[in-house]
């Protein structure tokens, strides 16, 4: 994903698939804005906060219970809110500016000097490094990218919510989430995208998020499953999905939105984004009909709910690759992901004991995990050119280490930190509502409402 080097003014903009250049062309003057890349980022944000509302939120609200269906989608709505304003305040200035290589400045604390040319009335935005196939360096306005982050900022947090489905405080929530989106989410996003962060310097290749989003709030979902503890009457009580008809609308919206998530992440309408959103296609569909089929030949049906489920363990694992491999290569990913997913998702869960109630570790850590692990494998060397790799790399074992290496740092940073800011807010107001209170459901001891 391309990824802004920013300053107190229009800051330039180093992504972290291409090769740095001068922020400016000191003959030509400032950059105009190109407007057929501004026009599919716009697209592409808009598809991307339709991922999180309404489809994450109908995807979750379609497999819990009918007594915390409201609670559930309540979740989602208002993680999109708080983190709006948090990413405005202070979340991209501390994930986007140069800063230091683990942690951004507050050049943009409030979205400071955003808008500086809009002001003055000159149509420029910032460089985002060489077109594809030799094309003319192209610029978006920093807004735009602004707001393109925001979204990915948004939909993280809201992915762990799946984790504690049924058993969360609702001010407990609106707590974690905001010092996580601060103190994890946004360090974590610097560390691998931004052009100065230690990750990205290492040669690490994510990009679109399989890191700094899945495996990030997949790992941190599954600390508050076990911080919180089992639902009451998991293992003994019914808890089949309230309306698969609301989880199958959402796993659509998310699959149509997951087209801005990653061919977006090329910040340009150019051969990147085509071959993105190929894959992404691609390796949905394989990992679809993975698990499907691996559910089939073990439990002897099909169900609805694998299909969706591999559908979306192959959106998550191709993430990190989107950018980087070739369509073959992307089956291959995405039949794995749908393979090792189901099997994390039903055996490994069940052997181990933990209640992550929609299978946030399951699906989006393990998927990613595979797939940020098999784009080392599998990177295209004239695609995958980076910063700290300017001719690419060709996949293999060296590689392979360095996405390792990501992959670790990430489940250990985000593991710690979601662990201490859980106890933090533990002791200002608890984590988890009564054991009477849950039974009666989140809907109506929360929020006042319910569904008849």
Known sequence: MMRPRLGWGVGALLPALLMAMP????????????????????????LVLLMTVPGLALFYAGMVRKKNVLATLMQSFVITCLVTIVWAVAGYSLAFTNGNAYLGD??????????DHIAKGVDT??????????????????????????????????????????????????IFMTLWSLVVYSPIAHWVWAPTGWIAGLGVLDFAGGTVVHINAGIAGLVCALVLGKRVGYGSDNMAPFNLSYA?????????GWFGFNAGSAVGANGRAG?????????????ALGWMFAEWMTKGKPSVLGLISGAVAGLVAITPASGYVLPGSSII??????????????????????DDSLDVFGVHCVGGIVGALLT???????????????DGSPGGLDQLKIQAIGVATTLVYSGVMSFVLLMITK??????????????????????EQIF
């Open 106 to 115: 507050m050049s943009r604390f409030m979205l400071h000097g955003i808008a």
């Open 248 to 256: 199958v609308i959402g796993a659509s919206l998310l699959w149509v």
């Open 427 to 448: 002791a200002l107001v608890g984590l988890r509502v009564g054991e009477e209170e849950e039974r009666e459901g989140l809907d109506l001891v929360l929020h006042g």
């Open 125 to 174: 935005g910032f460089i985002l490094g060489a077109g594809t196939d030799g094309a003319a360096p192209q610029t978006v306005p920093e807004t735009v990218y602004m707001m393109f982050q925001m979204t990915f900022a948004i939909i993280t947090p809201a992915l762990i919510t799946g984790a504690f489905a049924d058993r969360m405080k609702f001010s407990a929530l609106v």
């Open 23 to 46: 922020a400016f062309a000191a003959d030509d003057g400032p950059p105009k804005i190109d407007t057929g890349d501004t026009a599919w980022m716009l697209t592409s944000t808009a």
């Open 333 to 354: 990913i995405g039949v794995a992901a749908g393979v090792i997913c189901f099997w994390t998702a039903t055996s490994l869960k069940h052997m181990l004991g933990y």
């Open 376 to 390: 080392g494998v599998f990177s295209y060397g004239p695609l995958s050119a980076t910063d700290a790799s300017p």
């Open 275 to 287: 071959m993105a959103m190929a894959v992404t296609q691609i390796a949905t569909a394989a990992a």
